[in-house]
């Protein structure tokens, strides 16, 4: 992404959905690669085991890379066991060395809501991660859902992140979408994002509000009626788009909740199974149908699942 910094970015609209878009050479030839792998992923035994994991890979880049580190949360369930280990390491001082390395924004966000209401990511991320953690790292650049203009907001939480240099981890999840669809971040199907979208402003759908707010009581927040119903009259999502996701160096991406949200069975079913056309226009077309489809084209994904999202 950063390569691009210096393009203008470019309002796009489509039917009702806003996208804010930049031409951008690399992720062209990403979307267009014509060698397209077998999607991998990997079982492990538990959700802890998951949190581990991508914790290891955080301690993997760090590694890999001098200077500062740039992530992008996943919200929900699908990274609760890693914020939970990290909150224990940032108390006893173990980490500080990375975790004072570490700008970190939020990927996606309903709105309009107050950013303390604890169907907001912020919130969670608050509870899950501690106080230390917060105070050690270098930033955090959440995605502001309590102004009156929030194309104007996006577009400055996305220079910030692109003077940063990019994103070096970018930890995804996967969404379940009528049928058998899915969505990553908030980008949901039928929604026209393109490739050189970094991030869109899209009307509510029934179905992402319900998952959210589901999903938020599922991992143990403590919400209100007050700040259920203030979530329930939230108008779009903020999100960031493809060509976020097909620029960050690293995408780790961890479905967990099988259980609790079983749609998602299906929708990794044909995530794995459908087969990417070579025809770009037809791709396109694919992509924007199951935006789930979009870790497919990126060359650098480990994808960490449990058992139970391959049973019958």
């Keep these: 992404m950063s390569a691009s910094v210096q393009q ?5 609209q489509f039917e009702e959905n806003i996208w804010l ?40 880049t760090a590694t890999e890379k001098t200077g500062d580190l740039t992530i992008v949360l996943l919200g929900g369930r699908g990274a609760q066991a890693m914020y939970r280990l990290i909150n224990k390491k940032a108390e006893t001082g173990e980490i500080d060395d990375l975790l004072g390395r570490l700008h970190v924004f939020t990927q996606d966000a309903l709105a309009p809501i107050r950013m303390n209401n604890a169907f907001s990511f912020v919130r969670d991320f608050e509870r899950l991660l501690g106080d230390a953690f917060f105070k050690k790292i270098k930033s955090f650049t959440p995605m502001q859902t309590d102004t009156n ?3 104007t907001a996006l577009a400055d939480y996305l220079e910030k992140l692109e003077n940063l240099g990019g994103i070096d981890i970018f930890f995804l999840g996967l969404g379940p979408e009528a049928k058998a669809a899915s969505h990553l971040c908030y980008i949901k199907p039928d929604s026209g994002a393109k490739y050189n979208d970094l991030a ?19 991992g143990g927040s403590a919400v209100s009626e007050t700040d259920e119903a203030e979530t329930r009259g939230a108008t779009h999502i903020l999100t960031l788009g493809p060509s976020a996701i097909l620029g960050a160096g690293k995408i780790v991406q961890s479905i967990v909740d099988a259980a609790t949200a079983p749609a998602k069975k299906e929708s990794f079913k044909r995530v794995l ?9 037809m791709r396109e077309a694919q ?3 199951n935006p789930g489809l979009w870790l497919r084209l990126h060359p650098n994904v480990r994808s960490l699942v449990l058992p139970n999202l391959l049973d019958e």
Aim: hydrophobic share 35%; net charge negative.
């Design 273 to 281: 199974d459908t087969k990417i056309s070579d025809d770009l226009p």
């Design 200 to 218: 869109g402003i899209i009307p509510i759908s029934q179905t992402i509000l319900e998952h959210h707010i589901s999903k938020f009581k599922a």
């Design 21 to 60: 878009a930049r031409e951008n050479d690399k992720i062209r030839e990403i979307f267009a690669c014509s060698s397209i792998e077998p999607y991998k992923f990997e079982v492990l035994e538990s959700e802890e085991a998951v949190g581990q994991a991508m914790f290891n890979e955080l301690q993997k």
């Design 287 to 289: 992509m924007d149908e």
């Design 149 to 151: 203009d929030l194309e």
């Design 8 to 12: 203008k970015i470019v309002r796009r």
